[in-house]
Structures are given as C-alpha cells and as structure tokens.
C-alpha cells in the first residue's frame, strides 16, 4: 500500500522499494556540506530503472578552494557506477558547479550518458523537460562572482544548521527544520529570486509544449503548478536531502530523507505529489 504524503515509511528492514525513475540533484560531492551517508542510505531504499543527475553532482568550486573527498563521497560515485554496469539507465546533466563536464556533453564515461538537458516521459505519457537550471539564474549566469560569494554563506548556513539539529536531537525535538530553507523562505530578495527563478523556466518550457519541468539549482524542493504546468525542484543534498522519485504507474512525488530523534532511524517522507494536470 502507498504511504500517504507525510507519513514516515516503514523502518524495518525490507527489499529495496522499485521505483522507475528517481531524479537528484545539488550533492556537492567534494563540499564539506554534502551528506553523502544519507544519500547513500536513500539510494538503498529505492531500486530504479532510471537515475538522473540533474547538475552539481560534483562541487568543483568548493574543491578549487579546498581538497575534500573522504571515503562516503567516493562510496556514491561507486555505487552510482555500479548501478550503471547493472542495467540501471544513468543519465547526468551537469550545472554550474560541475560545468566542466559541459565540454564532454554527448559522451559517456562509466556507462553514465552526459547531456546538455532532456525530455522525460513518464510511465503515464507525460512529457517534462530536465534541467539543473542555472541557465534561468540571472545572478549565476551574469555575475559569477555574487554567486560564488553566495554559495559560500549558504555553506556556512548549512553547517550552522547542522549544530542547531544536533542540538535539537538531544533535547528530543522531531521534525525537519533548516535554517537555511528559513532564510530563503522568509528574506524578500530570497522569496522573489524563487519566485522568479520557477516562473522563468516555466515560461521557457512551455514554449517547448512540455507538460512540465524538473530541476535543480536553487536548492529549494518543491512540487507545484505554475501558468499550467508542473514545476518539480529536486532540492539538494547539503541541506533538504529530497528527490523527486517517479514511481511504476508514472505518479511522481517530492521524498525527503530524514531521521527521528526518538529511533535513529532513517526514513523516506512523502511530502508531495505531482497535482493533477
């Protein structure tokens, strides 16, 4: 039976759910702030026949100011690569922070297919493009180095966060809370960048006739209809830890990985689906 959205799946260890697709984007990998140990949990809580990377897969940015790869990081690489060699379809689109994998758009390496960006259609016939999303990111795409700065705060923001949620679990508060998801929601420059950024690349698809648009970028998950069609952010993996997961009937749903002060126990939350078109 389907968990309803916002319910926690069932703990217990069990067989890998099987999915279609799943969508990732923002892992960082080479940042201090990428939690690569709940991605590698997620990524064995699903079993898809698909897997898209949508951008930032690797920070080469944090890297050029500081070397970090510890062994989680390397784990994911592996265990992607792994699901690739095992009849698992892996497609990545680079972004802003892992651009250079730009010049080698059309290749593969590892059995993984490198693309500019892509239209997906789902188990139900419906068409969305997929995309990081950078290229609708006036800051990004005109002034690198306000965005470079910005990356730098929104880190600190990511690690400040992680004190407060240790704090949180020892005095047995539940629940997702971020202050950088605060920040973005409750400062107006943030509210309207958002605001502007979804509205953009949904006035671009819809030139393209697309039922809707899958991304990344602006580190901020959501499922929602914009001007007709259905825009789905992925979020990231430094800070929200969600997915968008497409399951076998072509139902797509926004999933956050968490865990519960009282169990320890990592679960997958449902906490949207895409609304009907």
């Not at 920070?59 to 050029?64: L, N, P, R, T």
């Not at 690489?77 to 730009?102: C, F, M, S, T, W």
């Not at 259905?230 to 749903?253: F, K, Q």
């Amino acid at each position: 039976m389907d968990t309803a959205p916002g319910q926690p799946l069932d703990s217990t260890p069990q067989a890998p759910r099987k999915v279609r697709s799943l969508f990732l984007s923002d892992i960082h990998l080479g940042s201090r702030a990428c939690r690569a140990e709940e991605l590698l949990e997620f990524l064995r809580e699903y079993e898809a026949s698909n897997i898209f990377l949508l951008g930032d897969i690797v920070d080469f940015w944090a890297m050029s100011r500081s070397l970090y790869w510890p062994p989680a990081h390397n784990t994911v690489v592996q265990k992607i690569l792994k699901k690739a060699r095992h009849h698992v379809r892996v497609y990545l689109i680079p972004g802003n922070h892992d651009e250079a994998l730009r010049d080698y758009v059309g290749s593969s390496f590892g059995d993984i297919a490198l693309l500019r960006d892509h239209v997906h259609t789902t188990a139900d016939g419906h068409r969305y493009a997929l995309l990081h999303g950078d290229e609708y990111d006036q800051v990004t795409h005109y002034h690198r180095w306000v965005s470079v700065l910005g990356d730098v705060s929104y880190t600190l923001l990511v690690h400040v966060n992680r004190l407060l949620s240790l704090v949180r679990r020892k005095f047995g508060v539940s629940g997702h809370w971020s202050l950088a998801d605060y920040a973005k929601r409750n400062v107006l420059r943030a509210v309207s960048f958002i605001s502007d950024f979804e509205t953009s690349v949904v006035h671009n698809v819809k030139k393209r006739g697309l039922d809707g648009v899958i991304c990344g970028h602006i580190h901020t998950p959501a499922i929602k209809r914009i001007d007709g069609l259905t825009y789905m952010n992925c979020g990231d993996w430094v800070d929200s830890c969600t997915a968008i997961v497409e399951h076998l009937d072509g139902r797509m749903e926004l999933v956050r990985w968490t865990q519960t002060s009282e169990t320890s126990a990592a679960h997958a939350v449902a906490i949207a689906e895409a609304p009907a078109a």
